[in-house]
């Protein structure tokens, strides 16, 4: 009976001590470029921010492709702040360079999509994308 206790008690420390991972939470810097993959979430504890990737849709030509138009890789994010939380999406067209023509602007601070990596090949497998992501204002 003590040898089946003590077998319960191992594995539910087993448990505890594998359940509480430290996990690495990237910073999201304000005025420059965080790199985020899709369910990846970054915070700036000083403003109270966190920024989580939802889901990525990339149509954009693909390099070797011909195609009618450039295309749109669409972002969703999810943003918890101080006030609140808000659901947006931010849109990168093809080859353009910088950052997105259009930003968002929640509570005073606005994000903008810089990248959306890798860019598709004609026949290539889909991998993990990457968005390069700057968040501007105050």
């Not at 989580?52 to 450039?70: A, F, K, L, Y």
Request: with cysteine.
């Amino acid at each position: 009976m003590d040898k089946i206790i003590k077998i319960g008690l191992i594995g539910v420390a087993f448990l505890f001590f594998s359940c509480n991972k430290n996990e690495e939470v990237t910073t999201l810097k304000i005025g420059k470029v965080t790199e985020m993959k899709l369910g990846e979430t970054v915070e700036n504890s000083q403003k109270g921010l966190s920024l989580r990737i939802e889901n990525i849709n990339d149509s954009r030509c693909p390099t070797g492709g011909i195609c009618g138009w450039q295309g749109v890789a669409t972002v969703k994010f999810y943003l918890k702040t101080k006030e609140g939380e808000h659901d947006f999406t931010l849109d990168k067209f093809g080859l353009e360079d910088g950052p997105s023509c259009e930003g968002v602007v929640i509570e005073g601070i606005k994000y903008y999509i810089v990248d959306v990596l890798p860019y598709p090949v004609v026949r290539e497998e889909l991998s993990v994308k990457t968005v390069k992501i700057l968040v501007g204002g105050k």
